[in-house]
C-alpha cells in the first residue's frame, strides 16, 4: 500500500469537527448583517452592490472592501468548505477572511470618524454583526486548518510504521548503501541502545 499517497490524499480535506457549527454560525449572521444597516438607511447588501443607497450614505472604500470580502470568505467559500471539506478552499477562505478582519477595523474606525467629523451617520447593527461573524469565522477555522484530521494521523503512523520513504527518500538511502554505510546504523533515531544506556545508567548507580 501506497501510505505517502493515502497521507496526501487525506490532507486534501479537513476535518471540521464542532467547528462546523461556528462556521454556520458565521454564516447565517453574516447574512443578516447585509440584511440590516450597515449605517442609517444604508444596509449592507447595499454596500454589496454599490447601488445609489450606498452613495448616498458616503460609504467609504474601506467599508466595501469588508463588506465584498467578508460575503466572499463567510457566505460563499465558507458554505462550499461546509459542503466539500476541501483543503484548498478552506486555505484561500482563510486568507480572504483575514483580508476581511484587517479591512474590518478600517470601516469600523472610518465610520466612527464621519460621525464624529462630518455629523454621518454611524455604526449600524449590520456592520456590527458583519464583524463579528468574520471574527467568529476565522476562530474557527485558525483551530481547523493548523489542526490535523484523525485520518492524517492515521495515515502518518501507517507510513512511520511501515518506514515508508519518498523518492528522494529511498535515493539518500541508495547512497548511503552505495558508500558501504548501513542507513540505520547511520541513524541515531534508528540505533537500539537501550542495554548500552542501561549500563551506563547501572555504572554510575555503583560509583554513587
Not at 454589496?48 to 460563499?76: C, H, S, Y
Not at 474557527?140 to 492515521?154: D, L
Not at 548503501?177 to 544506556?197: F, H, M, Q, T, Y
Amino acid at each position: 500500500m501506497d501510505y505517502a499517497a493515502a497521507e496526501k490524499q487525506a490532507a486534501k480535506k479537513i476535518d471540521l469537527r464542532h467547528y462546523r457549527w461556528f462556521m454556520l454560525a458565521s454564516l447565517i449572521a453574516f447574512v443578516l448583517g447585509l440584511l440590516l444597516s450597515h449605517s442609517g438607511d444604508v444596509r449592507g447588501l447595499d454596500v454589496l452592490l454599490q447601488n445609489q443607497r450606498a452613495e448616498q450614505g458616503d460609504v467609504r472604500i474601506a467599508e466595501t472592501i469588508f463588506v465584498l470580502f467578508g460575503t466572499t470568505a463567510a457566505v460563499v467559500l465558507n458554505a462550499i468548505v461546509l459542503i466539500t471539506r476541501r483543503t484548498a478552499v478552506a486555505n484561500i477562505q482563510y486568507l480572504i477572511g483575514g483580508i476581511a478582519l484587517l479591512f474590518s477595523l478600517f470601516a469600523l474606525w472610518m465610520r466612527l470618524q464621519s460621525k464624529e467629523i462630518d455629523g454621518s451617520t454611524g455604526i449600524g447593527i449590520g456592520l456590527m454583526l458583519e464583524v463579528v461573524a468574520i471574527i467568529v469565522l476565522i476562530y474557527a477555522m485558525s483551530c481547523v486548518i493548523f489542526a490535523r484530521s484523525e485520518e492524517q494521523r492515521t495515515a502518518a503512523a501507517m507510513r512511520a510504521e511501515h518506514n515508508e520513504l519518498d523518492s528522494v527518500g529511498l535515493a539518500q538511502q541508495e547512497s548511503m548503501r552505495s558508500r558501504g554505510v548501513d542507513p540505520a546504523e547511520s541513524n541515531p533515531l534508528l540505533i537500539d541502545d537501550r542495554r548500552k544506556r542501561a549500563a551506563e545508567k547501572h555504572q554510575r548507580s555503583a560509583e554513587d
